[in-house]
């Protein structure tokens, strides 16, 4: 999939959480050149993880333990690490001269003893931050050594992502959730009048990266939170006005009055959150989107799920001209199966679809 992406030639990408249906594509992309990409939109997580891991890998003296704190204290420590950009003074100049990272193999770095305590202390933070049951296999399935290798792999791989794009000079452009709680993000956040950010505002770091293994493991567990995925809004011809959100798997905790009043009503395209699935996990997503959907014309796009999947009920009882879907990627083997076109420069969405496309 990352090769029919880089056939678009984007010049901005956003990576809006590590699930590997969304960052597996990574090395296809990469294969096929990023010479016409100039920004990278990620995760303030994966720089946490991506530095720990640097650090680790280095042979930095570890720090065994974090202090006893609660949830609370444990997330402020991480995000005073980092401050929010005030986007008319942004410079892309002025990036911490530690910026690049050097690329490492972490699983080989570490010692089994090491890879044991990062596997405890993932599994602590997870099942304390956990929001629904999904996507937490790889940190409970297996041995402790099995689970250990595999968060090392994980942050192996976010770091890899990273050092990829500062090698080839994209610029890498840092988003938090945490600290775009109380603002309205969706105005400034990324480029406005082509792309932002609903639920995250840029952040830029203050500090120099822990060698904490419990940190890391802490940043992990951050990152598979569905409320922390970034829910990017597509701009129509320079306005919010008729633009688009793509939902990708956020839970929608981020949908206050605010946005309720000042966004979704002013787009025109959505995304279905965790690609139409019925799962009741993902019942606070579709609630958060009801005022849109109760809405005469807006058009609702499903992309990737499980061919198998129960189909949410209320994408499936939406009008079919105002849903398209790529579930027939898992039948026909051709790239219209599995991409949706989105045209943004015009009042309707435009569309391409598979030639046995059906209804769901």
């Given at each position: 999939m990352g090769r029919l992406v880089a056939q678009a030639s984007p010049t901005i990408l956003v990576l809006t959480h590590d699930d590997h249906d969304h960052i597996g594509g990574w090395e296809g992309f990469t294969e096929a050149g990023l010479d016409t990409l100039d920004?990278?939109?990620?995760?303030?997580?994966?720089?946490?993880?991506?530095?720990?891991?640097?650090?680790?890998?280095?042979?930095?003296i570890l720090v065994s333990k974090l202090p006893e704190s609660s949830l609370p204290e444990l997330e402020e420590s991480l995000r005073s690490g980092y401050s929010a950009?005030?986007?008319?003074?942004?410079?892309?100049?002025?990036?911490?001269?530690?910026?690049?990272?050097?690329?490492?193999?972490?699983?080989?770095?570490?010692?089994?003893?090491?890879?044991?305590?990062l596997s405890v202390s993932v599994q602590r933070y997870v099942r304390l931050l956990a929001e629904d049951s999904e996507d937490l296999d790889e940190f409970f399935d297996g041995t402790a050594a099995e689970i250990g290798r595999r968060a090392a792999s994980k942050a192996g791989a976010l770091q890899k992502l990273m050092v990829d794009a500062y090698q080839n000079?994209?610029?890498?452009?840092?988003?938090?959730?945490?600290?775009?709680?109380?603002?309205?993000?969706?105005?400034?956040?990324?480029?406005?009048?082509?792309?932002?950010?609903?639920?995250?505002?840029?952040?830029r770091r203050r500090a120099a990266a822990s060698s904490s293994l419990p940190l890391l493991s802490f940043a992990l567990a951050l990152s598979v939170q569905n409320r922390r995925a970034l829910c990017p809004v597509l701009w129509h011809a320079g306005k919010l006005e008729g633009g688009a959100i793509v939902w990708s798997d956020s839970?929608?905790?981020?949908?206050?009055?605010?946005?309720?009043?000042?966004?979704?009503?002013?787009l025109h395209i959505s995304t279905a959150p965790h690609h139409a699935s019925a799962s009741p996990d993902h019942d606070p997503a579709w609630k958060a989107l009801s005022s849109f959907l109760t809405r005469a014309e807006p058009v609702m796009l499903s992309a990737g799920g499980q061919w198998n999947q129960q189909v949410r009920k209320e994408y499936a009882s939406l009008a079919p001209s105002r849903k398209r879907c790529t579930r027939c990627r898992c039948e026909v083997r051709s790239p219209e199966s599995q991409t949706i076109v989105l045209h943004t420069d015009e009042r309707r969405a435009g569309f391409a679809r598979g030639e046995r496309c059906r209804e769901p």
């Open positions: 920004e990278l939109w990620i995760p303030y997580e994966w720089d946490v993880v991506a530095r720990a891991a640097e650090a680790l890998a280095q042979g930095a950009v005030v986007s008319d003074a942004r410079n892309p100049t002025d990036a911490p001269g530690d910026a690049m990272l050097e690329a490492v193999d972490l699983s080989a770095a570490l010692s089994d003893a090491q890879k044991d305590e000079r994209v610029e890498v452009r840092l988003f938090s959730v945490d600290h775009g709680r109380s603002s309205t993000p969706w105005w400034s956040a990324g480029r406005p009048g082509v792309a932002t950010l609903a639920n995250a505002v840029e952040v839970s929608g905790s981020w949908v206050t009055s605010n946005a309720r009043t000042e966004l979704l009503p002013k």
